[in-house]
């Protein structure tokens, strides 16, 4: 910590006089190759954002109106397609939660030997796509699951390991764990009061990102529901775009803020997480 | 981003509670292990496992179920193998371009000194990389639709209507065009810790022995971030070969890439006998993904020589 300050007090010509001048004239001509980036980049990424927002508060004759966004959920197939999607992320997340947690810190604590082919493991869902898997799955999925729109949870569940494996064990690897479980198992603690009340509150910010991830990766998923013929949140939108475009546009920008919620969500989570790990490193 | 843990896997010690030696314990510290990871295991393979061997034997049969390399043979021929090259192409453009843009942008903020900026960018890339799909494609045609689009008509008032010079949001550029959307943020991602990398040391010593700001970035600069560099482009190549939503709603379709013919053969609109050809797309696809993901561990470990 004291290295990182130090550094940046001699390094950084606005805070240390000393420094030459040529430098400092450097930073200055730098700025406005900076600037012409930055805005840019600014005005590629929000001229879609806005023109989404303009467009989902108009009515069908061009003037402002919240008419898009009132008449959402009454809209034909909205609130169906709402609940399952719903449905499936609470579903998606459960199965996640309870098959990663148990076995992440099972590894941490027991089998560390298993880490980096655990690492190997959940990052291989990234290699088979959606559009892949679900040609896979729906040739081999067994008649009676086909049937039920929980088989996309199933599946949702490979997909959002990657990110929830690398989230839990980002946590895992930021506690003390040993200690923990040492002291908590010599007050005489079962293993499982040890889970719950030890080391589940410990791990809360790696908990609230995986659901987070997972719940916004149900919830933005077009392709596999699409093919396996569900009317999931992102197949009604593109089914509904042949009816109206400003609500289309609407319920895609709302779906859009909160998943942008969610992800923030995460982020803000990560931060408490790093700013935690830090505070463990400095103290010996 | 996805990677970010391979490789740094510190072992910690064992945590064996003391435990009574009598057989029955023996049995159940040997075989504790192996119930414990049993779920984990028989998910993912079964999960990836079944489809994946499914997709494997399908690509060798006839829909009949005999044995067969005309599928294969459909792939390396005709309008499949043009899907396939414009998969491919639109994969390169959309790694490259993004990939070195993505670097420079990156390389804005990280040099900037403003923390507010470094965290809203570290925000917002976190966000935007995660947004492809069909929001994106509405967004696009809500701001550079033909007639309607709120872009599209500031730029036709001042007499720039990007229709009528050659852009076309419903084909193959214009989808390599909305792909940058989520490209870009993913670059900057993954490339801002290798820029962070970068010590102030190496640029005052290269300073010290006479060296120009050129001379810098060509001998120490580059080639240090040459393989994050690659690396990030090969992440971006696999993550816009893979895509499908976008590409499905945005053309409805119409352009001619290999997720999208695969699409078509689920939905029964494949040509009869050619059934199983989406089974031969899909394998080439999970080919190339996997080759792309080999060379991107490759490029990551090249990188953590250098940077921390």
Redesign the interface.
């Known amino acids: 910590m004291a290295q990182v300050a130090e ?1 940046y007090y001699f ?2 010509p ?1 805070v240390n006089p000393q420094l030459p001048q040529r430098r400092r004239r450097r930073r200055k001509k ?1 700025r406005l ?2 600037l012409v ?2 805005v840019v ?1 600014l005005a ?2 929000l ?6 927002v ?3 508060l108009q009515n069908d004759l061009g003037k402002f109106s919240f008419w898009a966004f009132t008449s959402l959920p009454s809209e034909q197939g909205f609130s169906g397609a709402f609940f399952l999607s719903m449905r499936l992320a609470f579903f998606t997340a459960a199965v996640e939660l309870i ?2 947690v ?2 992440a810190i ?11 082919i655990m ?1 190997f ?20 999925a067994p008649l009676w699951l086909k049937s039920s729109p929980y088989l996309l949870s ?2 949702y ?2 997909l959002a ?3 929830v494996y ?1 989230s839990l ?2 946590g895992l ?1 930021a506690i003390d ?2 200690t923990l ?2 002291a908590s ?1 010599s007050l005489g603690g079962s293993w499982i009061r040890t889970l719950w009340s030890v080391i589940m509150p410990n791990l809360r910010a790696a908990l609230l990102s995986a659901t987070a991830l997972t719940l ?1 990766l149900v919830f ?4 596999m529901a ?2 396996d013929g569900w009317t999931t949140m ?1 197949v009604w ?2 089914q509904f ?1 042949q009816s109206d ?1 400003h609500v ?2 609407a319920a ?2 709302a ?2 803020i909160g ?2 919620l969610l ?2 969500l ?2 803000a989570a990560d931060r408490s997480q790093s700013r935690r790990s830090r505070r463990k490193a400095g103290t010996p | 981003m996805l990677f970010s843990d391979l490789g740094t896997s510190v072992p910690r010690s064992e945590v064996l509670p003391p435990e009574s030696g009598g057989r029955k314990s023996k049995l159940r510290r040997a075989w504790l292990p192996v119930l414990a990871m049993a779920p984990f295991f028989i998910y993912t393979g079964v999960g990836l496992g079944v489809p994946i061997v499914y997709i494997i034997r399908n690509a060798f049969l006839t829909f009949q179920g005999k044995f067969t390399f005309s599928n294969m043979d459909l792939l390396v021929h005709g309008i499949y193998l043009k899907g396939f090259e414009n998969s491919l192409l639109l994969s390169v453009i959309t790694s490259i371009i993004p990939g070195i843009l993505g670097v420079f942008l990156a390389y804005a903020i990280v040099t900037s000194n403003s923390g507010v900026l470094k965290r809203m960018v570290a925000t917002a890339s976190a966000v935007l990389a995660n947004f492809g799909g069909i929001n994106l494609t509405f967004i696009f045609i809500a701001a550079f639709g033909e007639t309607t689009g709120i872009i599209t008509v500031w730029l036709n008032h001042i007499g720039l209507n990007p229709w009528s010079h050659g852009f076309d949001l419903y084909n193959f550029y214009g989808v390599a065009f909305v792909y940058l959307y989520f490209q870009l943020p993913l670059m900057v991602l993954v490339i801002t810790p290798a820029l962070g990398g970068l010590r102030q040391s190496w640029r005052e010593a290269a300073q010290n022995m006479g060296a120009s700001n050129w001379r810098y970035w060509r001998h120490v600069g580059i080639p240090v971030l040459m393989p994050s560099i690659l690396g990030g482009i090969l992440l971006l190549f696999g993550s816009s070969f893979a895509a499908y939503a976008t590409a499905q709603t945005l053309t409805e379709g119409t352009v001619t890439l290999a997720p999208i013919q695969i699409g078509d053969t689920v939905s029964g609109n494949a040509i009869a006998g050619e059934a199983n050809v989406g089974f031969a797309i899909a394998l080439g696809m999970l080919i190339v993904l996997s080759i792309t993901m080999v060379f991107y561990g490759l490029a990551r470990r090249r990188a953590s020589k250098w940077l921390r």
Request: proline residues 9%; without cysteine.
């Open positions: 550094s390094e950084n606005e730098f190759w900076r980036v930055l980049a590629y990424f001229a879609p954002l806005y023109a989404g303009k467009f989902a098959l990663m148990p076995t099972f590894v941490h604590i027991r089998v560390p030997k298993l880490r980096p690492d493991v959940t990052i291989l869902p990234i290699v088979v796509p959606p559009i892949v898997l679900i040609v896979g799955v729906l040739g081999s199933i599946f569940v490979v390991m990657p990110f690398r064990d980002a690897s764990l040993k479980v040492e198992r916004a933005g998923e077009y392709t699409n093919l992102p939108i593109a775009q475009a289309t546009l895609s920008m779906l859009l998943t942008w992800l923030s995460i982020v």
